[in-house]
Structures are given as structure tokens and as C-alpha cells.
């Protein structure tokens, strides 16, 4: 794998996602380590879609752990019940937030963050092993195109666990 992403220029969010999986794919097919594949798939969304804060929270010792993350320092630990990460996880759901100054209980990590997606990651077992939270700062800024092609890609780190 190239050590650098080939990013297309479109502002059309599935053309890119849909360059951006083989290479997210051949990063993380071959790599044993979680701690590096969650790294290089939230570097590369980073990377390729500009996005406030990427980032994955862990489940340990019954909450959500931050774990690799792109951007401002985050968020240590978020309870179960708490904010749009606890919400997903609890749900066992992708959500999107349009404006997560509407969001009940919303955890402002950083006051910059204007609109949110937070999808879980599954276990074999069914169980949620972790969740992928993506912030914007501009309001609205996530849809179904955004929730799909994550899914996607969090399915190649469901393989490995």
C-alpha cells in the first residue's frame, strides 16, 4: 500500500468514499494490530474528507475509552447513557446529528462541533465492541451517503475482531 491516499478532487461525498474503501481495505487487510488499523482508517478519513474530529471510542471497564482519533484533544471517557457516542452504543445504531447544540445531553467535547455521526462497531458475538465518531464543524453536514459508506468501512474492522 502507498503510503499516501489518491483522493478524488469531487466534492461528491460517495465518488470519494467510494476511492477511498480499496484503499482502506488494503491498509487494514494485512494488519493484525487494531490499534493501527483504527488509526490509519481515521487518519484516512481525516485526510480525505477534512472532518472536524474522527475518532474511535473503545468499550472498557463499562464505558466508551477514547481511542485513535484525528484532531483536538477529545474526550476521555463517555458513559453508556451519555451524549451521541453513549446514545449509539446503547441504541446499537447509526445516528446522525444535524445540529448537536439540538442533541439532548449532547457532550460538548469541543465547542467548535457543529453536527455529528456516530456509528458502532460489532463484535462477532453481536455485541458493540466500539463506535466511530465524526464531527463537523458546519451544521448538517452528515446524511445517509455518510452512514452507508462508513458502515462499509467499519465492516473491515469487524473481520478482525
Not at 477511498?20 to 488509526?39: G, H, K, M, R, Y
Not at 481515521?42 to 472498557?60: H, N
Not at 471517557?77 to 447509526?94: E, H, L, M
Request: hydrophobic share 45%; net charge negative.
Amino acid at each position: 500500500m502507498a503510503e499516501e491516499l489518491l483522493v478524488p478532487t469531487s466534492t461528491d461525498r460517495a465518488t470519494v468514499y467510494n476511492a477511498l474503501f480499496p484503499q482502506i481495505e488494503a491498509l487494514v487487510v494485512t494488519e493484525s494490530d487494531l490499534i493501527a488499523n483504527l488509526a490509519n482508517v481515521t487518519a484516512a478519513l481525516k485526510e480525505a474528507f477534512g472532518f472536524f474530529w474522527v475518532g474511535f471510542y473503545i468499550v472498557k471497564e463499562g464505558q466508551l475509552v477514547l481511542g485513535p482519533f484525528q484532531g483536538p484533544i477529545a474526550c476521555t471517557r463517555i458513559a453508556f447513557d451519555k451524549g451521541v457516542c453513549g446514545a449509539s452504543y446503547s441504541q446499537q445504531k447509526t445516528l446522525i446529528v444535524p445540529d448537536v447544540g439540538e442533541f439532548p445531553g449532547h457532550i460538548a467535547c469541543n465547542s467548535a462541533s457543529k453536527s455529528e455521526i456516530v456509528t458502532p462497531v460489532f463484535h462477532r458475538n453481536g455485541t458493540v465492541a466500539m463506535v466511530l465518531d465524526v464531527d463537523s464543524d458546519q451544521l448538517n453536514d452528515f446524511s445517509e451517503v455518510d452512514a452507508r459508506e462508513l458502515g462499509k468501512i467499519l465492516r473491515l474492522i469487524e473481520r478482525k475482531l
